[in-house]
Every structure is written in structure tokens, then in C-alpha cells.
């Protein structure tokens, strides 16, 4: 069971970036998933997710009408497409996938977690 998120980086304000997440078959193809977040200093918190069929995509409101989540379930991959970053996105994001075939903003769902990457938004 592995998840391995990637695309992270530096970028300038006003930006935008694209996540990637590669999961194993047995891990995703019929699981929920989700992004979520940790800055320094702060707990992790919930940030995109989407159900196994990539229906009902859900955000934090922060992110709303700047994130998208979207999942390619042929190759296992699922993506947070981030645009018009903010120094305040800055933050560890990682790819979990869900107990279920539900995603939801309750880490308490999740079974399997990446191992994080790193994205750093400048001002």
C-alpha cells in the first residue's frame, strides 16, 4: 500500500501548482480521497477530497474556486491543481486515501497517507 505525492515547490504569489498523487491499485481505485495540509506550528488539516468515482469534490473554504481535486482512476493518480496561491498555502501536503469509497474532510477517515511535499509560496 503506497501513496506518493509530488509537484511541490517554490513558488511566487498569484502562482499555481499541480499535485500529484500516485497510488497502488489496491490502495485507491475503489477508495475515497483526499489533500490535506500541515504548516509549522500548526496541525494538519483538511484541505481537498473526492469520492472513488471522482464525484463530489469537497474544499476547505479557504481553497474554494482556487484548488481543484480531480482523479484519473484507470492510472491511479489523483491531482490538486492549485491556482493564485497565497503565502498562507504554504505548507506539507499530502495524499491520503480513505477507509471507504467516501471522501470527506475527517482525517479520522483516512487508512493510508503519503509521505507529504513540500510547497512554499513567496510573497
Known amino acids: 500500500v503506497q501513496l506518493q505525492a509530488s509537484g511541490g515547490g517554490l513558488v511566487q504569489a498569484g502562482g499555481s501548482l499541480r499535485l500529484s498523487c500516485a497510488a497502488s491499485r489496491r490502495t485507491s481505485s475503489n477508495n475515497g480521497m483526499g489533500w490535506f495540509r500541515q504548516a509549522p506550528g500548526k496541525e494538519r488539516e483538511f484541505v481537498a477530497a473526492?469520492?472513488?468515482?471522482?464525484?463530489?469534490?469537497s474544499y476547505v473554504a479557504s481553497v474554494k474556486g482556487r484548488f481543484t481535486i480531480s482523479r484519473d482512476r484507470v492510472n491511479d493518480m489523483v491531482y490538486l491543481q492549485m491556482n493564485s496561491l497565497r503565502p498562507e498555502d504554504t505548507a506539507v501536503y499530502y495524499c491520503a486515501a480513505a477507509r471507504g469509497a467516501w471522501g470527506t474532510s475527517d482525517t479520522s477517515n483516512y487508512q493510508y497517507w503519503g509521505q507529504g511535499t513540500q510547497v512554499t509560496v513567496s510573497s
Open positions: 473526492i469520492n472513488w468515482n471522482g464525484g463530489n469534490p
